[in-house]
């Protein structure tokens, strides 16, 4: 056995030796073990003209990971990532909210589902926080609170990690007075943390009603009443990426 090894690594020796340098390091791990492996846990060169993309996730309901039995890819937050040239991370449920816990099978708000889905990942340049929809049955203030314990714990994790918190998305132009007041009590607490607001609600970016009435509802709502379609995701992503090139957030990167 001894012997078969020797033979091996001589063959090894010299088929290293007869190969140029940059191949002999790249591909011969007995040689040059330590500086193979110390370049791979490098990652990639960052030399003129290359940049890294921003590393951003998402935390939402139904509107940011898609309905139950959708995919993320298909909604505005990968949309929002194609056009900024983004790596993103999708997490959320549908149904959840930052007091609302979705369907009998998973019972997690927003801060447990963070802590699952995303927490523990290394931080990335920017989180979105978007919710509020579905915990309009709830009192604002008790939203509220449980917002600025997300968002406080996500700051906690993550130091230098940029935030921002997106109110309620709603499927019409005249959604409830609980969830306007629920988007005032989160743009609120936005203004109390120095966190950017985005309002989708203020900014009128879903107008009128799919069955009735002037606006745009009827071109990107579903069927549902609530649920963007494909053409919808993609505008939700094209207002936000207007309302992130005014906050200067479309390259984010960590403080």
């Excluded at 330590?34 to 939402?60: C, D, E, N």
């Excluded at 309002?199 to 002037?214: C, V, Y």
Aim: one cysteine or more; hydrophobic letters at 40%; charged letters at 15%.
């Amino acid at each position: 056995m001894t012997s078969r090894r020797a033979r091996r690594g001589a063959a090894i020796l010299m088929l290293c030796l007869s190969l140029p340098v940059g191949l002999s390091l790249a591909g011969c791990g007995g040689l040059a073990g330590p500086v193979h492996r110390s370049a791979a846990a490098a990652g990639p060169a960052k030399g003129p003209g290359r940049s890294v993309p921003p590393v951003v996730m998402f935390l939402g309901d139904s509107y940011t990971v898609g309905e139950r039995g959708a995919v993320p890819e298909t909604t505005y937050a990968p949309a929002t990532a194609r056009l900024l040239g983004w790596q993103v991370i999708v997490g959320g449920r549908a149904g959840t909210g930052f007091v609302a816990r979705g369907g009998q099978a998973h019972r997690e708000a927003f801060l447990e589902l963070f802590e699952s889905q995303l927490g523990w990942r290394p931080a990335p340049d920017l989180l979105i926080v978007s919710g509020g929809h579905n915990d309009w049955r709830f009192p604002a203030t008790r939203v509220a609170v449980a917002a600025h314990i997300v968002l406080e714990r996500a700051r906690q994790r993550w130091p230098g990690t940029r935030l921002v918190l997106m109110g309620p998305l709603w499927g019409n132009g005249n959604p409830p007075a609980s969830a306007l007041a629920i988007r005032d009590g989160l743009k609120a607490l936005a203004t109390q943390l120095g966190i950017p607001f985005i309002d989708p609600i203020g900014e009128q970016w879903i107008t009128g009603s799919r069955l009735s009435g002037p606006g745009n509802a009827h071109q990107f709502i579903r069927g549902d009443g609530t649920h963007p379609n494909q053409a919808g995701h993609r505008y939700v992503a094209t207002r936000l990426v207007g309302d992130l090139t005014r906050l200067n957030l479309t390259r984010p990167a960590r403080g």
